[in-house]
């Protein structure tokens, strides 16, 4: 007899061939060879190793807001944190630890309602606490990894083990976490008055509105913003604003994120990439970074 199909030991919480068009904000793209929502640490690290063992990649996805999969899909494992164990949030004075599965919003919500003030400025940031921390979300107003005091990780052996602050290293949309998978944090936050902190959100709330487009169409943040600069201005001085390839276009409300329409496909999405880098690369000689993330 063979080895057993991930499916096959673990098919509580497995299912193989399970389109993830649905769980990205772009709505693209093919399904995940596996894809698992394990209920506890202990069955995602049961998971990881039997991935391990039968040479399967593993990748974590969140919120999906960042992701492009491939028409074709993606092989291996594709591990969505979205069962209660991964959505903990406890509060305890100041410190407040919380699940990565946790969406960002739950965890502002929820810390606003104590008046604890800090992640407030990250309002309107479609991501779970895991993906934020990983790319330290956030802008010049805040950012979430100033307020983290540690972070649980399943690390290469499979072992639940806390990141402490020192450990922690954090830089402009970037974080020192490249554990296989973050499991909570741990954050320190400030005491405030509600009205400080909500005048505060809303403000927030305005200026990130403003820079994207609405949430209410498949649409998805293009590249990084070159130091000192906007890739959404290095696009428009290219002259390619209204950018169309197939069903993929660039949004007219802000020319660094790409919008979908129906029929649209990933492949649209990367060819449309393709040629902004290259002319972008022609008219200013610099190389614009994606900020999505390819499957």
Request: aromatic letters at 4%.
């Amino acid at each position: 007899m063979g080895m057993m199909s991930l499916a096959q030991r673990f098919s509580e919480f497995v299912q193989p061939g399970v389109p993830l068009a649905p769980y990205t904000t772009l709505r693209l793209g093919g399904p995940a060879e596996y894809l698992a929502q394990p209920r506890s640490v202990a069955e995602l690290a049961d998971l990881m190793k039997a991935a391990a063992d039968q040479r399967l990649p593993t990748r974590v996805l969140g919120l999906g807001s960042n992701v492009l999969v491939s028409d074709e899909g993606v092989k291996g494992v594709v591990i969505r944190l979205s069962e209660p164990a991964f959505r903990q949030i406890d509060i305890e004075g100041t410190r407040v630890r919380v699940g990565s599965g946790t969406p960002l919003m739950d965890l502002i919500r929820e810390s606003t309602l104590r008046r604890l003030s800090g992640l407030e400025t990250l309002v309107g940031i479609r991501a779970t606490v895991g993906g934020a921390l990983r790319v330290n979300a956030g802008d010049r107003t805040g950012e979430i990894g100033q307020y983290a005091r540690r972070v649980q990780v399943l690390d290469r052996d499979f072992q639940a083990v806390w990141r402490e602050h020192d450990e922690l290293k954090f830089g402009e949309q970037s974080s020192n976490l490249d554990d296989p998978v973050i499991l909570s944090a741990e954050f320190e936050l400030d005491i405030d008055s509600a009205d400080a902190i909500v005048k505060r959100m809303r403000k927030a709330w305005i200026l990130r509105q403003s820079r994207q487009p609405s949430v209410h169409e498949p649409t998805a943040r293009l590249f990084r913003d070159p130091r000192g600069l906007t890739a959404a201005a290095l696009i428009e001085r290219a002259e390619l604003a209204q950018a169309k390839v197939g069903q993929a276009r660039l949004s007219e409300r802000h020319a660094n994120y790409v919008v979908t329409s129906l029929g649209a496909t990933s492949r649209d999405v990367l060819r449309l990439l393709e040629m902004i880098r290259s002319k972008v690369r022609e008219s200013s000689g610099l190389q614009l970074d994606l900020d999505l993330q390819i499957w």
